[in-house]
């Protein structure tokens, strides 16, 4: 496999990010400059960071393995609440955050209820976006290996196979950490515009070039696509059949349906660019929350495109396969892509190809460590570790915090590495999207009370609301029951009778539990007081500055 052409492709690809990256937020001295860039960046380019911070390398092999194993649009029908969120999220949060102006977004929550709620909310983030996000690191070198197999004709062992993994995910993430230590949110925004244009170009030539070797194109696609459920977009579950009770538990069950997609798709997104760090901080880089608004909302009108072109490569894919069998063909369903990658593009092509995989990774992984550097420096290194910090100090502590969440995101996705060696035909977009099912529930929860009252919640009722959302969904997702047999202990009361809830769902009722039990706690009036006091002082500030 003559692979220079394809090298130069990609090194050309990586100085471009790296120099970008590296000059574009360069010389910053304060930690709003690093974290937010002084709210200057155009809408446009927030949107596109957004959407590349959505395509993540799981996103660029899974979305198409999801295509490939159920040949339907199915998984697109989540775009629908992904709309719907954004548009809730645009007028209902949006607007607070840049009012409060808050960098970290759960100062908002300090603000609203006290200090321990919004440590508990950026605890809660800081866990699960160092879990997610080196969950689905692991993803970007997949290639790797595929490579090492088809150069060598040999499959790799095990450790060989953990060791390219290993080795890829340190380079890759060495590479991203240099230039978002260096730029930090300028640095990530402007790379992700780069990263997005290849990724989308990558997408784009990859559905073209398997029609191009489909006999008869789309008509021949067609030919191999007769069975029921083949190409369906929705997918609607009925209640009707035995009880009523029986019906629900099934519609809960299933991961992709109309329902999901509506109620479960919309609560997903609320949480995950609502009150993911990662999420709302590029947002916060926009002028206002009028272009905050409209790149968020366009973002989500984009998303069902791009999604739907995914899973067409994946289906694509499919009948490609029916038409060319190859008895080499990865059983796991992320593999496949990039095996036909490797396979059947042509050089040059090729190496864009790997530059897109890779520009998913690195769009990704940049706001993540950007977000998690972020929160952390706000929300625990200036109030506990040092408060007098400030200007130069303050970045310098971002930037070695950028470095400590990189190594650490390398662990998780070594380790994330192994298991997927151990236990193959892993499918990935539930596994990732899981985890953020979990607790997210209860932090998009805790955010709804401080955003619709104004009069309920505090500390101490918001701890119980999250921990009783956590234990809902913990119950209703099985995981319980799991923990309990790993145990040696019978399952709970509940075992056959509630459902084990698809991952859509997971955050609705977490959500749902953790608002309705925070609203029944009243906040002091001396917090209100104080609330509408930062408020007064924000927006004087505000008006003074633009007078």
């Given at each position: 496999?003559?692979?220079w052409i394809?090298?130069?492709?990609?090194l050309?690809?990586f100085?471009?990010v790296?120099g970008?990256?590296?000059?574009?937020?360069?010389g910053?001295?304060?930690?709003?400059g690093?974290?937010?860039g002084?709210r200057?960046?155009?809408?446009?380019?927030v949107l596109?960071?957004?959407l590349?911070a959505?395509v993540?390398?799981?996103?660029?092999?899974?979305?198409?393995?999801e295509?490939f194993?159920?040949?339907?649009?199915?998984y697109a029908?989540l775009?629908?609440?992904?709309?719907?969120?954004?548009?809730?999220?645009s007028?209902?949060f949006i607007?607070a955050?840049f009012?409060?102006r808050?960098v970290?977004i759960?100062?908002?929550?300090q603000?609203?209820?006290g200090?321990?709620?919004?440590?508990?909310?950026s605890a809660?983030?800081?866990l699960?976006r160092?879990?997610?996000?080196?969950?689905?690191?692991y993803v970007?070198a997949?290639?790797l290996?595929?490579?090492?197999?088809?150069?060598t004709?040999?499959?790799?062992?095990?450790?060989?196979?953990?060791?390219?993994?290993v080795?890829a995910?340190a380079?890759?993430?060495l590479?991203?950490?240099?230039?978002?230590?260096?730029?930090?949110?300028k640095?990530v925004v402007?790379t992700d515009?780069?990263?997005?244009s290849?990724?989308?170009?990558?997408?784009?030539?990859?559905i073209f070039?398997l029609?191009h070797q489909?006999p008869?194109g789309?008509n021949?696609?067609?030919?191999?696509?007769?069975?029921?459920?083949?190409l369906?977009?929705?997918?609607f579950e009925?209640i009707s059949?035995?009880?009523?009770?029986?019906?629900?538990k099934?519609?809960?069950?299933?991961?992709?349906?109309?329902?999901a997609?509506?109620?479960?798709?919309?609560?997903?997104?609320?949480?995950?660019?609502?009150?993911d760090?990662d999420m709302?901080?590029r947002?916060l880089?926009?002028?206002?929350h009028?272009r905050s608004?409209?790149?968020?909302?366009l973002?989500?009108?984009?998303?069902l495109?791009?999604?739907?072109g995914?899973?067409?490569?994946?289906?694509?894919?499919?009948?490609f396969?029916?038409?060319?069998?190859?008895p080499?063909?990865?059983?796991?369903?992320?593999?496949?892509f990039a095996y036909?990658?490797l396979r059947?593009?042509p050089?040059?092509?090729?190496g864009l190809l790997i530059?897109?995989l890779f520009?998913?990774?690195m769009?990704?992984l940049?706001?993540?460590?950007?977000a998690?550097?972020t929160?952390?420096?706000r929300?625990?290194?200036?109030p506990?570790i040092?408060p007098?910090a400030?200007?130069?100090?303050v970045?310098?502590a971002?930037?070695?915090?950028?470095?400590?969440f990189?190594v650490i995101?390398?662990?998780?996705?070594?380790?994330t590495?192994?298991?997927?060696?151990m236990?193959?035909?892993s499918?990935i977009?539930?596994?990732?999207?899981g985890?953020?099912g979990?607790?997210y529930g209860?932090?998009?929860?805790?955010?709804?009370v401080g955003?619709?009252?104004?009069?309920?919640g505090?500390d101490?009722g918001?701890?119980?609301?999250?921990l009783?959302g956590f234990?809902?969904?913990?119950i209703l997702?099985?995981?319980?029951?799991d923990i309990?047999?790993?145990?040696g202990?019978?399952?709970?009361?509940w075992f056959?009778?509630?459902?084990?809830?698809?991952?859509p769902w997971?955050?609705?009722f977490g959500?749902?539990?953790?608002?309705?039990?925070g609203?029944?706690?009243?906040?002091p009036?001396e917090v209100?007081?104080?609330?509408?006091?930062h408020?007064?002082?924000?927006?004087?500030?505000i008006f003074v500055k633009?007078s």
């Open positions: 496999m003559n692979l394809d090298g130069l492709v990609i050309t690809y100085a471009v790296i970008v990256g590296l000059t574009k937020g360069s910053e001295k304060t930690m709003e690093f974290a937010i002084d200057q960046i155009p809408w446009w380019a596109a960071s957004i590349a959505e993540s390398a799981a996103t660029f092999l899974g979305a198409p393995g295509g194993a159920l040949r339907n649009f199915t029908q775009s629908i609440g992904t709309v719907l969120g954004r548009i809730i999220i007028f209902l607007k955050y009012d409060y808050v970290s759960y100062e908002f929550l603000i609203r209820f200090t321990v709620t919004k440590n508990a909310a809660i983030f800081l699960t160092v879990l997610a996000s080196g969950t689905r690191l970007a997949v290639i290996v595929l490579g090492w197999e088809m150069s004709g040999q499959k790799p062992t095990a450790g060989q196979e953990l060791l390219i993994y080795a995910l380079l890759l993430t590479l991203t950490a240099l230039y978002t230590a260096a730029g930090g949110i640095a402007w515009v780069i990263q997005a290849v990724m989308f170009s990558s997408i784009i030539f990859s070039y029609l489909i008869n789309w021949g696609a067609l030919a191999k696509l007769t069975q029921p459920g083949d369906c977009f929705f997918r009925t059949e035995g009880t009523f009770w029986s019906g629900m099934k519609l809960l069950e299933t991961e992709y349906t109309i329902w997609a509506v109620l479960g798709a919309t609560f997903l997104t609320m949480a995950t660019h609502g009150t760090q709302v901080q947002m880089t926009a002028k206002d009028q608004r409209l790149a968020l909302i973002s989500g009108l984009a998303d495109p791009v999604v739907l995914f899973l067409l490569v994946g289906i694509l894919l499919y009948v396969y029916q038409y060319n069998p190859d080499n063909l990865p059983t796991q369903n992320p593999r496949v036909f990658i059947e593009l050089m040059g092509i090729r530059a897109g520009a998913t990774a769009g990704s940049s706001t993540a460590i950007n998690l550097a929160s952390f420096t929300d625990w290194y200036l506990y040092n007098s400030e200007g130069m100090a970045v310098r971002a930037r070695w915090a950028t470095a400590a990189a995101l390398v662990a998780v996705g070594s380790i590495s192994w298991v997927v060696i236990v193959p035909g499918r977009i539930p596994i990732v999207l985890i953020f979990y607790t209860s932090l998009l929860g805790v955010f709804l955003m619709v009252t104004k009069t309920r505090n101490r918001n701890l119980l609301a999250m009783c234990l809902v969904v913990l997702s099985g995981l319980l029951d309990l047999k790993l145990l202990l019978p399952p709970g009361p056959n009778i509630l459902p084990v809830i698809a991952f997971r955050i609705f959500a749902i539990v953790t608002f309705f039990v609203i029944f706690f009243s906040t009036k209100m007081e104080k609330t509408v006091k408020l007064e002082t924000e927006n004087t500030g633009n």
